[in-house]
């Protein structure tokens, strides 16, 4: 089988064996992989001149191909996603780690993974209806977070984006209004747009957890959702603040398996009633074209969201 392997000068494909399965495990055909930001942060390394050849991937679905003797749930010729899958033409996963997909969502727009990552999140926000929310950073996460906070009832959502084009598809998915804080001062935007109950903030960097401090009202929340990667992951707060405000932080990220399968199933749940829609947010490659995917996700192509690898 075709398998991507992240080298020094960037992805190679090149053929593997299909990998074996026990009789707890499913063999999956992949229909469709996503580009993780994690992943990103994995190539730009990469690149930098470290010699490796490592597979990376691990927002997979796919069709069932194979079933160990001891599953129960899932069979030959099932839709899944997953937590897993590698950019491969077909992985192995623990059936565990599966859930079935319903034929009215396409696999390349299910993404299990990562939406489940956002809806075990949004189970923290602890949103109260009419309370003011909001969204820092219109990525991919943070649109699914400004989603499910709208259907927990927020009475009004600002979304903080300095992209223009991720500030109106913030619009289409539920803000009441999208703003560019760009040359704005932290006080400058409390001052114009008040205090809120509670901030998400979904960008990764350092500015975000300093605005963040000054627009949260006291004894409201900060959920942090961003992937800071940037400076090893150090960061500073004003722990001043944070005290005087006596507000909750929140970190949005999950590692309990058992938690974020029961999340990811509710999401497909929720996108095969139409209740969240990941279709506009996606944007497919073919299997071949990694390379480019990779370097569009980085030069931040425009209305490129979420980068997803076809497969078959």
Known sequence: MKTALLTEKGFIIEEIPIPETDENSLLIKTVACGICEGDIFQYRKAKGGTPLRKQLGHEGSGIV??????????????????????????????????????????????????????????????????????????????????????????????????????????????????????????????????????????????EAIDVSS??????????????????????????????????DIINGHVRREDEKLDAMREAVSLEADGLLKMENLVSVYEFSDIEEAFKDLISRKENLFKAVLKLS
């Open 65 to 206: 191909v194979k079933a160990g003797k001891n599953v129960k749930d899932f069979s030959e010729g099932d839709r899944v996603t997953v937590l897993g899958g590698p950019y491969s033409e077909y992985f192995e996963v623990k059936a565990s780690s599966a859930v079935k997909v319903p034929g009215n969502i396409k696999l390349e727009t299910v993404l299990g993974e990562p939406v489940a990552c956002f809806m075990h999140a949004a189970k923290r926000f602890g949103i109260k209806k009419g309370e003011r929310i909001a969204v820092i950073g219109c990525g991919f996460m943070g649109l699914g977070c400004l989603q499910l906070a709208k259907r927990e009832g927020a009475g009004e959502i600002i979304a903080l984006e300095p992209i223009e084009w991720r500030r109106k598809k913030a619009l289409e998915c539920g803000a009441d209004k999208a703003i560019n804080p760009s040359g704005l001062s932290p006080d400058a935007i409390l001052r114009n747009f008040g205090e809120f109950d509670v901030i998400i903030e979904a960008t990764g960097i350092q």
């Open 214 to 247: 000054v627009l949260v009202r006291e004894h409201g929340r900060i959920i942090l959702i961003g992937y800071h990667q940037s400076n090893d992951g150090i960061r500073s707060v004003d722990m001043r603040q944070w005290n005087y405000k006596a507000i």
